[in-house]
């Protein structure tokens, strides 16, 4: 006995719920504690969730075709459809967004603090609780201007997890959104169960 694809479909969008959703309340977590380990295993979970999100709706877009349709169930199904669009499309920025921002290179010089005040001395900077090697202390460091500069940087950086949580956490509330709309279409339509 084949498996009918429309069934690929609920097996699917668990995952990427599951996923987004606790990566999510993982980045919150690092963020509050300034674990940097922490915020890269966010990272992972977005990126996975992202994906898996990509195939859910490759799947749900397979089961709209071939799953029996239902026509009070149409405009739910569109509804659930468009709502999959916004959050997988939302989902992918932010990835490329995280991903933009994992591999920077020169997102690790944020705070120099010194070792001593002369030039050549070991430079350090400080990022979300641990300490990076930036490099060695030079004369525009001294004169306060790359200080400054530095700080700036930081702040720049932590403003942009801000927004980034705050993006994650309305992607995550289309995420719902797009949830429940799936399941009115099962549980008040009876969209793809067999009767």
Not at 13 to 39: D, E, K, Q, Y
Not at 154 to 179: N, V
């Amino acid at each position: 006995m084949a498996i009918p694809w429309w069934l690929f479909h609920p097996v699917a969008v668990h995952f990427p719920i599951a996923l987004l959703s606790i990566g999510l309340l993982t980045g919150v977590w690092a963020r509050a504690r300034r674990l940097n380990w922490f915020f890269d295993a966010a990272t992972g979970l977005l990126w996975l969730g992202t994906l898996l999100a990509l195939a859910a709706m490759g799947s749900g877009l397979l089961a709209e075709e071939t799953a029996p349709h239902i026509p009070s169930a149409w405009r739910t199904i569109e509804t659930h459809e468009e709502l999959a669009f916004w959050t997988v499309g939302i989902f992918v920025c932010l990835s490329i967004w995280r991903y933009a921002a994992f591999y920077q290179s020169d997102s690790l010089s944020c705070i120099p603090t010194m070792a001593g005040h002369s030039s050549g001395h070991d430079v350090s900077a400080e990022y979300r609780g641990e300490r990076y090697p930036t490099g060695k202390l030079s004369s525009e460091s001294r004169s306060g201007e790359g200080i400054r500069a530095a700080r700036g940087r930081l702040r720049a950086l932590a403003a942009d997890e801000r927004i980034f949580l705050a993006g994650w956490l309305i992607a995550c509330a289309l995420l719902s959104s797009t949830a429940y709309f799936g399941g009115e279409l099962v549980y008040r339509h009876g969209m793809g169960v067999a009767r």
